[in-house]
């Protein structure tokens, strides 16, 4: 089967070049479309495992390339979801024919608000892929009685993170991972503060490597970087201990497989670590607060309060994530791809 | 057996939330306390229409919880806001404690239906002993956030959406549409005119019917969400001059549903007051199925209409009434109602007496907690520094209940009550800080 996945966010290719390589070994055929100016600042940043084509997602929705494919994946900003359908439509309408089958799903195991929030413009394509029982349970609700309530769906795991296996290689000397996210907390002052919180745990444990890990795209130029980055207090700190360090974004998926154990707020990150077995730890100082992706993590059975972190050599003795909650997000799904192959080649015209 | 209830609650919705559960007060043998926790900006007619039903208190938290009459019901029902009702739940059982009182059930519900933060709402509610739902959809949706964690068990009851006693059959009604405001749906202002401009607009083509817009609250009253712009400046400043089949009323909303043929909202729970009192509701779906608008929750109603797609009133008002599936769903069904409660509440009191459930599990955390008295201390000093007297003094009320004893809190509580400037900041200067 050959398959388009476009992209138009950095976030959102880097799920693509995941799933792509997932579809690829179950035997499709891939390629990645993406925003031009992504394709060339991303490209070539690391190899990409299928050809990238550098194009618009709407010159995409309107070209012949869709018709030369089976199905098309479409993962672009939430405001370009349903004007890619709009013209994708016209166009079969224009040619006089039907074209592939157009596929969406949210790349993040999002729940409660943020998932109805991003599935609202994905109604209506063909196939919506979800990542675990829970999402297909929410949808379920969004849709029930509506003109939406036969949307086609199909679970297919944890796809937009990475989850494969990577054996116990972890760092030479103790290493923290903390997962930094963009607006969590949002404001400068409550980024400021949670930068002193973590200076201080770095400080009590001489011993460890604290490192904060952006799970965002940051400038690898520290003079893009503002108040909303932990970076930026990092750069202004004369004094920080010599054990807390940055970590490069492109650097994500490295440093977490080397962590010994990770901590964050509310990172879709953290799930990668915890499917790897990683010691986590999930800050509960926010408690659960939506505007915090609070009820993401709730029954994770990791939360605990950034000052109990301490001592770090505690951390590698607590508990797995609960299995229950991590299966209802995806988990266990292990044949995703095969799922999602098997039901486009049902949906091919 | 009758039961003698206290509800206590403090804006104006959810004053309307407890007058739901007292309309009961009648049919049952149930007696109803409401105690209107003083604020200000809440509507005076909120406070009659509750003391038509039973008595009304209106004492703050810190001298509810001192008043030794709080022991003499069989349960509490909270109608607070998040944080104060996880302070409620854990201030109530901490005195009671220390006093060495009966415990009595605590039980909590929402006001109307939930379109946003389901689960963060959930997490300042569990511990309660009861939790009201509307109905199966918030059941299915509790049951999930809860399932495989500790909290699995909480009990919860479903006492539905209906909230009005039911219209007189038969009455005559008025070719009147009320649109029933809501004060931050949609929240932009040129949402808020463009609304305005559709409903002037379905009016003029609608001269035989009477468009009425129903304000959330009058300009000088408040609700929960604050607000800049009162919607009867938005109609002056988007249409200067009103079609004269269009116009602004702050009669009470039941009143109009009881007389007009139709009510228009984009997420309003006036939706199912309409319901009750036999005027049928419209949703308006102009600014579509969108989270922030509330609007994907109505989506299955079948009542969602294009108003300004409309030819004209009557065309919106012809077609079948609310989905019956759905309404069922969301909890507007003779099965879901405060009878549920007050069975559920006889059952606990037939029961011997339990512990409140144990809400501290390692890994798992719900809002609140953890309040301690000097998280609370902390919370007040930060007040403290950005001006803001009133929330220190509340914050140093809760901490006080908690541990009447200790001096230090006494003393800095009476300094933020410092009416003077000067005095205060004096007092303050003098009085013990907070250093953890």
């Given at each position: 089967m050959r398959l388009a996945l476009i992209s138009d966010t950095p976030g959102a290719l880097e799920a693509c070049r995941l799933l792509g390589r997932q579809l690829q070994a179950a035997g499709a055929e891939v390629t990645l479309i993406a925003a031009p100016t992504l394709a060339h600042e991303h490209g070539a940043a690391s190899p990409p495992d299928a050809p990238t084509l550098a194009l618009e997602p709407l010159a995409a929705a309107a070209s012949e390339l869709l018709d030369h494919v089976d199905a098309a994946g479409v993962f672009v900003e939430p405001q370009t979801l349903q004007p890619f359908l709009e013209v994708r439509r016209q166009a079969e309408r224009l040619r006089g024919r039907p074209a592939c089958p157009l596929f969406t799903g949210p790349p993040l195991p999002l729940v409660g608000d943020a998932l109805s929030a991003d599935l609202l413009p994905r109604l209506g394509y063909d196939l919506i892929c979800l990542q675990g029982p829970v999402q297909v349970e929410e949808l379920g609700w969004l849709i029930r009685g509506t003109p939406h309530a036969a949307q086609a769906h199909e679970p297919i795991g944890l796809w937009g993170l990475p989850i494969e296996p990577i054996g116990t290689t972890v760092s030479r000397e103790p290493l923290l991972v903390v997962l930094e996210q963009e607006a969590v907390p949002a404001g400068a002052k409550d980024k400021a503060l949670l930068y002193r919180r973590l200076r201080s745990l770095a400080l009590a444990a001489p011993d460890w490597t604290v490192r904060l890990q952006p799970d965002y795209p940051l400038s690898a130029d520290p003079e893009e970087w503002d108040e909303t980055a932990l970076a930026w207090h990092h750069g202004l700190d004369t004094e920080r201990p010599a054990n807390l360090q940055i970590g490069r974004r492109d650097d994500l998926t490295l440093n977490l497989m080397l962590a010994w154990a990770c901590v964050g707020i509310s990172s879709p990150w953290l799930l990668s670590a915890m499917v790897w077995g990683k010691p986590a730890a999930v800050v509960a100082d926010y408690g659960i607060r939506t505007d915090f992706d609070g009820p993401l993590f709730f029954g994770c059975g990791l939360m605990r309060q950034l000052a109990d972190c301490l001592p770090l050599e505690e951390l590698l003795s607590s508990p797995r994530a609960n299995p229950g909650w991590l299966a209802g997000l995806g988990w266990t799904i292990a044949d995703g791809p095969q799922r999602l192959l098997r039901r486009l080649g049902g949906l091919r015209r | 057996m009758s039961l003698s209830l206290l509800l206590v609650a403090d804006s104006d919705s959810q004053l309307l939330a407890c007058q739901a559960l007292a309309r009961f007060a009648d049919e049952q043998r149930l007696r109803v306390t409401v105690n209107a926790v003083p604020r200000d900006g809440t509507p005076a007619s909120v406070i009659e229409a509750l003391s038509r039903i039973g008595p009304v208190w209106q004492l703050s938290l810190r001298q509810l919880l001192a008043d030794p009459r709080l022991d003499g019901f069989d349960a509490i029902g909270v109608y607070l806001t998040g944080s104060k009702l996880a302070e409620f739940r854990s201030v109530y059982r901490d005195s009671r404690r220390q006093l060495d009182r009966p415990l009595r059930p605590l039980f909590c519900g929402f006001n109307g239906v939930v379109l946003e933060r389901f689960e963060e709402a959930i997490a300042w509610r569990l511990g309660y002993d009861l939790i009201c739902l509307n109905g199966p959809r918030d059941q299915a949706r509790l049951e999930l956030m809860l399932r495989h964690t500790p909290f699995a068990g909480q009990r919860c009851v479903l006492t539905g959406l209906g909230r009005q006693r039911a219209a007189e059959p038969g009455v005559e009604r008025a070719d009147q549409l009320v649109f029933a405001e809501q004060v931050v749906i949609p929240a932009a202002d040129h949402e808020r005119r463009r609304l305005v401009r559709i409903l002037a607009a379905l009016a003029r083509r609608s001269p035989d019917w009477e468009v009425l817009i129903r304000p959330?609250?009058?300009?000088?009253e408040r609700t929960f969400h604050a607000v800049t712009t009162h919607i009867t400046e938005t109609v002056e400043e988007t249409l200067g001059g009103l079609p004269p089949n269009l116009r602004i009323s702050d009669a009470p909303l039941a009143e109009l549903l009881q007389s007009g043929r139709l009510l228009a909202t984009v997420s309003s729970t006036a939706f199912f007051d309409a319901l009750d009192l036999g005027c049928k509701p419209l949703v308006m779906a102009d600014f579509g199925l969108r989270h922030d608008l509330g609007t994907p929750f109505f989506a299955g109603s079948g009542l969602l209409r294009h108003f300004a797609r409309a030819a004209d009133i009557d065309s919106l008002a012809a077609g079948p009434g609310a989905d019956p599936d759905w309404l069922h769903w969301v909890g507007y069904d003779p099965h879901f109602s405060p009878r549920n409660l007050l069975e559920a509440l006889q059952e606990l009191r037939a029961q011997p007496p339990r512990p409140p459930k144990d809400l501290i599990h390692p890994g798992y955390m719900v809002n609140a907690a953890d309040l301690s008295s000097n998280q609370l201390r902390r919370g007040a000093e930060a007040a403290i520094r950005r001006r803001d007297y009133d929330e220190a003094a509340r914050l140093l009320e809760i901490a006080q209940l908690q541990r009447p004893e200790n001096r230090n809190i006494g003393r800095r509580l009476a300094a933020v009550r410092i009416g003077n400037r000067v005095g205060r900041r004096l007092a303050l200067l003098v009085t013990p800080r907070f250093r953890p």
């Open positions: - | 959330r609250v009058a300009p000088h």
